[in-house]
């Protein structure tokens, strides 16, 4: 069966911290991995990696993937109270088929 | 452009009732999805659209039905809803799956089966 497993499931930070998520996934047809942001209501969209693009990056966040692992991080460095969500691990394995993570639930503290 | 919107926001159902989650978006995407969220479970996916007139099944579609009439719309219905549905449900489009995998998710709507 294919899954996505984040951990951790919840992190607490203070505001200039840099934090590290972390996503695995085991499916039986990978395509791409991708990362959301998720505040109060949708899911937005961060980061598409694939096998020809494993690393991305915007401002303060970063994200890797690890084809020999089967995994990918979201890194964000100098935090900030604005990044405060549950952030999404996909894994897109083709047609319809995207297997989502239970997320990782980010909180900023001032 | 007003991507992905969903009507309504936030409903209260009673066992038994029948109700209609509106989903429309503006970006000629051909693939729409509807999905439930549930604490602890991640998004699940109810049923998918690749097109207009054509649906599908996905993990959890029980107690469920979809139509896509048109191509900006993707229509959720509960038949006879339960209190096991009370969930957020969110509604995505993307382009087919050879030219982007990008997913854009709606608002979501708040339902409470009771």
């Known amino acids: 069966e294919d899954k996505v497993v984040q951990s951790p499931l919840s992190l607490v930070v203070h505001e200039g911290d840099t934090v590290t998520l972390n996503c695995s996934y085991e499916v039986t047809n990978f395509r791409s991995l991708l990362w959301y942001k998720q505040e109060k209501k949708a899911p937005t969209f961060l980061f598409m990696l694939?096998?020809?693009?494993i690393e991305k990056k915007s401002g303060r966040l970063s994200s890797i993937l690890d084809k020999k692992e089967l995994s990918s991080i979201l890194n964000i460095t100098a935090t900030q109270t604005g990044d405060s969500a549950i952030y999404l691990c996909?894994?897109?394995?083709?047609?319809?088929?995207?297997?989502f993570g239970t997320g990782t639930r980010l909180k900023v503290l001032a | 452009n007003a991507g992905v919107t969903q009507t309504p926001k936030f409903r209260v159902l009673k066992t038994g009732q029948s109700m209609t989650l509106l989903c429309a978006q503006d970006?000629?995407?051909?693939?729409m999805y509807w999905y439930r969220q549930d604490p602890g479970m991640g998004l699940r996916l109810i049923h998918y659209?690749?097109?207009?007139?054509?649906?599908a099944k996905g993990e959890v579609p029980d107690g469920y039905n979809v139509s896509r009439l048109k191509k900006q719309n993707f229509l959720l219905g509960l038949e006879s809803a339960a209190p096991s549905q009370t969930s957020v449900y969110f509604c995505?489009?993307?382009?087919?799956?050879?030219?982007?995998?990008?997913?854009?998710f709606g608002p979501g709507t708040r339902l409470t089966v009771t």
């Open positions: 995505a489009s993307s382009y087919d799956d050879r030219s982007s995998y990008e997913q854009y």
């Open positions: 970006m000629n995407h051909e693939y």
């Open positions: 694939t096998s020809s693009g």
């Open positions: 996909a894994v897109f394995s083709g047609t319809y088929k995207y297997i």
């Open positions: 659209s690749v097109g207009e007139g054509t649906t």
